[in-house]
């Protein structure tokens, strides 16, 4: 079996329930990229996202980060502040954006791992 075939075997086809949003109907504070994701999602009906760090996730300010210097709020960074990414390394911060506050929700997967989300980006 070739590669393609395969990763054609492995698609899930489904036929979308959910509605369309115009680019316009999107929060304006988005960026454009995570616009086309939330577009995407509500067209799909059924959907989860599982972005990578820096894509603008609603952490709350008190919620922890590590450093090189250790584990500090994510509310006390500032640009050009060093984090450590799931990769092991250091990275920039290149923005800071503060929100107000805002519901948040623990998220939990069937293996107990955790996570904190905004009302942004927490659906039920």
């Known amino acids: ?6 990763l054609d ?3 899930i086809v489904t036929r ?14 988005l960026f454009p990229f995570q616009r086309d994701i939330v577009r995407w ?3 799909l009906g059924k959907a989860c996202i599982f972005a990578d760090c820096g894509l603008g996730k609603g952490q709350p300010p ?4 590590l450093t090189p210097a250790g584990w500090k709020e994510i509310g006390l960074l500032h640009t050009g502040d060093t984090v450590i990414a799931s990769d092991g390394k250091g990275y920039n911060v290149s923005g800071v954006y503060h929100k107000s506050a805002r519901d948040t929700y623990r998220i939990f997967f069937s293996d107990r ?8 980006h927490f659906t039920y």
């Open 41 to 43: 999602a509500l067209r």
């Open 62 to 65: 008190e919620s922890k980060v």
């Open 16 to 29: 979308p329930s959910g509605v369309s949003v115009h680019s316009g109907g999107i929060h304006p504070m």
């Open 113 to 120: 791992k955790s996570f904190v989300v905004d009302d942004d």
């Open 1 to 6: 079996m070739e590669y393609a075939e395969f």
């Open 9 to 11: 075997s492995k698609r």
